[in-house]
């Protein structure tokens, strides 16, 4: 059987590409086809892999610049030739699930997110003056009808989260199966570390982008005075640095090893973005942390309230601190063994089994 994997982008290595990793080692020998490949950052990991790029990878500035070729990204996908393949599976967050397979080939599309470009931060893009927001708008509604169109193409979806299942329902009118995201085995093997009175530091790990909302977390501890580390780095670093008084530290480029460390030795992890999964709150719970984060999105399925963590209702500054001040009087009562067993159901075994039986289950009922 001849399998293709389709990614949108290989440039950073985030959430989305974690799982296209896991997907990669169940299909060493299946290329990736992808709009833009950043060899330098990106080879460490997809080593072994057979890279196919699409003509974007040509333009000038295409990995610095990926995003503004957004335009272009439909057309690129589209122009893959996958009529020799069995069995596509797209790694999905942008265009990727837009490829064209021949009537006999399933298609299988593991969807990170219906694209956010195009529904839910529509709005956010087409700020500006007037005719930025009229090219922005012109080029945004074509890609949202594209987008809508390019979904029937797939014959299967899978969501990674209830939440993103219901927003594949919403803008596609497509059920899905819910299949969690793999977490890496190094976040279950590391001893959990119950000395709980030495742990003082807060701790978040982003990319410092807007709709993150590290800025909100800052103004919470700024008037909090508690220790918080921010791990992570992104276009909004340069603000949120000058925002920051002497209790907040930057990190950034930590190796596996360092990030591990940090994460075992923190108070409690934050998060305030609305997320489709947030696979760093999963992790902070196989390390044993408990976690504060705003209550939509994936956060609700990964964090039981009160038990392993807390979840507060608004995204503001007010609600966030208000949730920091119940964990400092709370502390001692959130287990850290608990909080590593309610993870274990995003372990990469269990992504790897449900994930491959969902596959076979579909191929043997054939299309």
Not at 310 to 320: G, P, Y
Request: aromatic share 12%.
């Amino acid at each position: 059987m001849k399998v293709a994997i389709i990614h949108d982008w290989l440039i950073n290595f985030g959430g989305a590409e974690r799982v296209l990793l896991e997907i990669h080692k169940l299909f060493p020998e299946a290329p990736i086809y992808t709009c833009i490949y950043d060899e330098k950052n990106m080879k460490k990991h997809f080593c072994d892999a057979e890279i196919k790029t699409s003509f974007i990878q040509k333009l000038p500035f295409a990995i610095e610049k990926y995003r503004y070729y957004l335009p272009l990204m439909p057309m690129a996908f589209e122009q893959f030739d996958l009529s020799k393949y069995d069995l596509v599976i797209s790694s999905s967050f942008c265009c990727a699930k837009g490829v064209n397979v021949n009537a006999n080939t399933l298609h299988i599309c593991y969807c990170h997110t219906p694209m956010r470009y195009a529904w839910d931060m529509y709005n956010e893009y087409c700020k500006g003056n007037i005719f930025k927001r009229m090219i922005i708008a012109s080029q945004l509604h074509k890609i949202r009808q594209w987008d809508r169109i390019s979904a029937d193409r797939v014959d299967y979806f899978i969501a990674n989260s209830k939440y993103v299942a219901n927003r594949i329902y919403k803008h596609y009118r497509r059920d899905s199966k819910v299949i969690y995201p793999a977490i890496r085995n190094q976040f279950y093997e590391n001893k959990i570390d119950v000395d709980k009175e030495n742990k003082k530091d807060y701790l978040i790990v982003t990319r410092q982008v807007s709709y993150k909302k590290v800025d909100i977390v800052i103004e919470a501890f700024n008037e909090l005075g508690l220790p918080l580390k921010v791990v992570g780095k992104g276009p909004e670093k340069s603000r949120l640095k000058k925002m920051a008084k002497n209790n907040i530290t930057f990190l950034e480029d930590l190796t596996e090893e360092q990030l591990l460390n940090e994460y075992q030795n923190c108070r409690a992890f934050v998060f305030m973005a609305e997320e489709d999964f947030g696979m760093v709150m999963a992790e902070a719970q196989a390390m044993g942390k408990p976690v504060i984060a705003y209550e939509k999105g994936g956060a609700s399925e990964i964090i039981i309230n009160n038990k392993t963590g807390i979840l507060f209702k608004e995204q503001n500054k007010d609600s966030l601190k208000d949730a920091v001040l119940k964990m400092e009087k709370e502390y001692k009562k959130f287990d850290s063994v608990e909080a590593r067993e309610h993870a274990q159901k995003f372990n990469e075994e269990n992504f790897k089994k449900e994930l491959k039986e969902f596959i076979e289950e579909k191929l043997k009922e054939g299309k």
